[in-house]
């Protein structure tokens, strides 16, 4: 049975690290469990600037980003010149894209036993010695007030249809797919095997470049995780030798 990457599911697999530099005073750093921009925001800008450094990626023009999330990867590529979409199936992602992410954190804080409007005191982001002063909450919000500017392309891949709504999301020819921590969000080979497929299909021609973005040793024993190199054997074993495995310490083989 396919995951389905809901709140729940979400809730459970991420928390944002709310305050780097901690709260004077206490050991406890408000953290929120849950997937949000501010807990992604540096680990993506980190990930995306070894990809660009890699020889073909920076000369893609059109990149769609399998299991993109809310598509805060992608918006990295934009800001970088690269037209980029993020196609993603999560119900939770796709209910809430057009909301703001503030009364999830201050859900998520109180329920961590933290009063939102009451903090301890922080830690400034820019400077560990000083005390912050201003809201906690005009760091951890964006400042556009939404959760994402992109619009996630709410598509599976099956079939032809769902493939050119892919394609025709993007401005350009799309000549790069992108699986970002997709693959190993399955629980079986089979289904990442059919996600794998359905990238080669929806690849236009065989110069486009298909990357798979993968982490190891998540530990979720409901996940399909794998090595590096047991996923370079399962691609090459069902035939996508020219696909690439990607870590995000910009390894790729
Ligand atoms: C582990 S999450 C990663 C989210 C985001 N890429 C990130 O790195 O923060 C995996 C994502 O893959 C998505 N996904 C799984 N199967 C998919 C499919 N067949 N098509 C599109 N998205 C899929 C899930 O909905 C989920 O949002």
Redesign the pocket.
């Known amino acids: 049975m396919?995951l389905v990457?809901d709140k729940t599911l979400f809730d459970e697999?991420y928390s944002a690290v709310l305050w780097t530099h901690g709260v004077r005073g206490s050991p406890k750093v408000p953290s929120a469990a849950g997937?949000y921009w501010i807990g992604?925001k540096a680990s993506?800008e980190r990930q995306i600037a070894v990809m660009l450094a890699k020889p073909g990626f920076a000369s893609l023009s059109d990149i769609a980003?399998?299991?993109?999330?809310y598509g805060?990867?992608a918006e990295i590529l934009i800001a970088a010149g690269i037209n980029a979409i993020s196609?993603?199936?999560?119900p939770h992602?796709l209910a809430t894209q057009a909301t703001s992410e503030e009364t999830e954190i201050r859900d998520a804080l109180t329920a961590r036993g933290f009063d939102p409007d009451n903090l301890p005191t922080l830690m400034d982001p820019d400077d560990p010695n000083a005390v912050f002063t201003g809201d906690p909450f005009s760091i951890w919000l964006r400042t556009d007030g939404k959760r994402t500017s992109i619009a996630v392309v709410g598509e599976?891949?099956a079939n032809n249809g769902s493939r050119n709504k892919v394609k025709q999301a993007l401005p350009g020819n799309l000549d790069g797919i992108l699986t970002?921590?997709?693959l190993?969000?399955?629980e079986t080979d089979a289904e990442s095997l059919e996600?794998i497929e359905?990238c080669e299909q929806l690849r236009p021609n065989p110069a486009a470049q298909v990357v798979h973005l993968i982490s190891e040793g998540v530990g979720d024993l409901r996940l399909n995780t794998k090595t590096q190199a047991e996923w370079r054997t399962l691609l090459d074993d069902n035939g996508f030798n020219d696909h690439f495995v990607a870590k995000s310490n910009g390894v790729w083989i």
Request: no cysteine; aromatic share 14%; glycine share 10%.
């Open positions: 396919v990457w697999m997937y992604k993506a980003i399998i299991g993109g999330g805060w990867t196609v993603d199936t999560s992602i599976d891949m970002e921590y997709a190993d969000s399955m996600l359905r």
